[in-house]
Structure formats: structure tokens, C-alpha cells
């Protein structure tokens, strides 16, 4: 058990739909990250918070958004969803952001399906 | 651009036999590498990291990786096989990500590892 809590495991919902999935990082740690794999594009990053602020964009969409709230549990929004946007999406906690030998812990998973 | 690259998608070998998984790496700068393994239906789980000093680092489940310098590799290996080793491997890189200061990680496309009995 990696520490790091991800709900629901497991959406299905339709597409135009909005959904929230949910993260709380380890205990401690002030970082917070969010991945999105596909068999087709691999482990892809999408956006990192540090203590409630928004620290680095990677290729999330604007359809998504996602917010570290002060108790540091973090939320991904996805809106206007698409079929292709059918992934498994990973949170991901570290103790900080500016240690380059900082090891990120790693949730299970959401697994997003859109019908 | 920093990235990582793991030139095989599927690795087989047998039971007992020694296993390489290979990764390269591009990244300016002293390399920050990391391997984490995915089993079916599971979060990734951190396996070792090279930050410097000994060029051979050893992790958990028995895995070793070995950083090359000149051939800008960071193998992952072990020398005996296990049944239970079979899952996604995933070689990673940490690099500053400019403008923010904080470090990112981005991973390779993973090799999924079949260890046959």
C-alpha cells in the first residue's frame, strides 16, 4: 500500500458527462500529480500541485481542470467527455517538488470508461 | 527535450533465467532515473532510483539497475527470474521543469515482462 488514496476506482459514465475523481496524497507529503494512461499514449503527465498551488501543466486538456485543496487532497475535473478520454488515471504524492531524487508514490487508479 | 526511452516492448525469458529491461535516457544535465513496476489492476510501485555515486543501484524484489554514462543507459536487470516478476516496467527521468522550479517526472512507454515457466 502505497499511502496514496484514490476514489472511485472505477467510472463509467456518458460522454458529454462531467465527472471528479478524488486524491488524498501520503501523509506529509505536499505534492500532488496526475497521470493519465492509455494503451495508445503510454504514461502521459497532466498537471502537479504543490501546497495548493499549481506548479507545472503537462498535456491536459482545457476540458480538464484540477485543484489541491488546503487539507492537500486533490481533485481532477473532467468535463465535455469524449470516448477517447476512456484511461486509467493515476495520482501521484511527494514529501516536495524541488528534489530531483524525490520518488513520487503512486495511487491505483481511477478507471475512467466513457460510453 | 529530457525523455527517456525503453526500446522493447515486451521482454520474455524463463524462470530462474537472468532479465534485462532496457532503458535509455536524454536529459541535460545529471540524469535523475527511476524504474517502477506495474502489476495488473495496480498503481505503480517504485522499484529503485540512481542519483549518483555507484554506478550499479540495487532495489527492492531482488532488481538491480545498472547507470552507464557513456551509452546514456539504465538497464534494469536481476539475476534470476521469478514467475511473479511478470508485470509493465516503467523507466522514468526527473528534470527541472523550467519557469516553475519544481522537478517533473516523465516515463518511458514501459516493456511488459513475461517470465515463463
Known amino acids: 500500500d502505497s499511502g496514496v488514496t484514490q476514489t472511485p476506482k472505477h467510472l463509467i459514465t456518458a460522454t458529454g458527462q462531467r465527472v471528479t475523481l478524488r486524491c488524498s496524497p501520503r501523509?506529509?507529503?505536499?505534492?500532488v500529480y496526475w497521470y493519465q494512461q492509455s494503451l495508445d499514449q503510454g504514461l502521459q503527465f497532466l498537471i502537479q500541485y504543490y501546497n495548493g498551488e499549481e506548479r507545472a501543466k503537462g498535456n491536459i486538456l482545457e476540458r480538464f481542470s484540477a485543484q489541491q485543496f488546503p487539507d492537500l487532497h486533490s481533485e481532477l475535473n473532467l468535463s465535455s467527455l469524449e470516448l477517447g478520454d476512456s484511461a486509467l488515471y493515476f495520482c501521484a504524492s511527494s514529501v516536495g517538488d524541488r528534489g530531483r531524487d524525490t520518488e513520487a508514490f503512486f495511487g491505483q487508479g481511477t478507471r475512467l470508461t466513457v460510453v | 527535450a529530457q525523455s527517456v526511452a525503453q526500446p522493447e516492448d515486451q521482454v520474455n525469458v524463463a524462470e530462474g533465467n537472468p532479465l534485462t529491461v532496457k532503458c535509455t535516457y536524454s536529459v541535460s544535465g545529471n540524469p535523475y532515473l527511476f524504474w517502477y513496476v506495474q502489476y495488473p489492476n495496480r498503481g505503480l510501485q517504485f522499484l529503485l532510483k540512481y542519483i549518483t555515486g555507484d554506478n550499479l543501484v540495487k532495489g527492492s524484489y531482488g532488481f538491480e539497475a545498472e547507470f552507464n554514462k557513456s551509452q546514456t543507459s539504465f538497464h534494469l536487470k536481476k539475476p534470476s527470474a521469478l514467475v511473479s516478476d511478470s508485470a509493465l516496467y516503467f523507466c522514468?527521468?526527473?528534470?527541472?521543469?523550467?519557469?516553475?522550479?519544481?522537478?517533473?517526472?516523465?516515463f518511458g512507454k514501459g516493456t511488459k515482462l513475461s517470465v515463463i515457466p
Open positions: 501523509s506529509g507529503d505536499l505534492s
Open positions: 522514468a527521468v526527473r528534470f527541472l521543469y523550467s519557469g516553475a522550479g519544481s522537478y517533473q517526472l516523465t
